[in-house]
């Protein structure tokens, strides 16, 4: 059964610094979506990305945000300058219309 | 304004009983609605979609009431396996929205 990929499993960084979060998602969906949830808390929609641009961003999704499926294949989440926080779990998913497959996310830490 | 509310619980449950969840909504306009478990520190996974007339897998039964703005869940039959969080979402604008969770724990 295919499943979606995310690396690394856990980042570490500095405030400030730039990290770039990666997923393979399940190569026949259309829409890829990133979410976060920072521990013990909910579930937050950040982004959808649908034929190679962004359909809907949440308000968490600022300047300080971008996403990019540049081969086809992959798909990133960049953080461009991170801030304490933004630790959280960051889960990267495919589907459409709610039916959703979740990565089993990145664990980002930063300090 | 939570647009997604859910008991957090947890729900204490002995083996083999049978527990429901509800989970209510704000926005009328919302299209449609999931069941997602999320057990510890892992990646939420579908449960079920939930459909005007209700929606059966096995020991799984999700309904939703329009008029009163909930949709509900119902397990059966509990095993100990079924313990984990259940997130409820809704879709609006092409988003999920999520609840925070309702958390299970099925004793023996």
């Known amino acids: 059964e295919p499943e979606v990929t995310q690396t690394p499993s856990h980042q570490v960084t500095q405030m400030g610094q730039e990290v770039i979060l990666r997923c393979v998602p399940i190569s026949n969906h259309l829409y890829f979506y990133w979410y976060r949830q920072i521990l013990g808390q909910k579930v937050e929609f950040l982004v959808s990305f649908y034929n190679n641009e962004i359909s809907e961003k949440s308000e968490i999704f600022d300047d300080q945000f971008s996403v990019e499926r540049p081969d086809g294949s992959n798909f990133t989440l960049k953080i461009r300058s991170t801030k304490l926080e933004d630790s959280a779990m960051y889960f990267c998913?495919?589907?459409?219309?709610?039916?959703?497959?979740f990565g089993p996310g990145t664990r980002l830490t930063v300090t | 304004r939570k647009e997604v509310e859910q008991d957090p619980g947890p729900f204490n449950v002995p083996e083999g009983a049978t527990v429901a969840f509800n989970c209510t909504y704000s926005?009328?306009?919302?299209?449609?609605f999931f069941w997602y478990r999320q057990d510890c520190r892992k990646e939420p996974k579908l449960l079920m979609s939930?459909?005007?007339?209700?929606n059966e897998d096995g020991r799984f039964t999700a309904q939703l009431n329009r008029a009163s703005q909930y949709i509900s869940l119902l397990i059966r039959d509990s095993k100990l396996s079924d313990s984990a969080t259940y997130l409820c979402?809704?879709?609006?604008?092409?988003?999920?929205?999520w609840g925070a969770g309702t958390k299970l724990i099925i004793k023996p």
């Open positions: 979402a809704s879709l609006s604008n092409y988003q999920l929205i």
């Open positions: 939930v459909y005007s007339s209700g």
């Open positions: 926005n009328s306009a919302s299209q449609s």
């Open positions: 998913a495919g589907g459409t219309s709610g039916r959703e497959y």
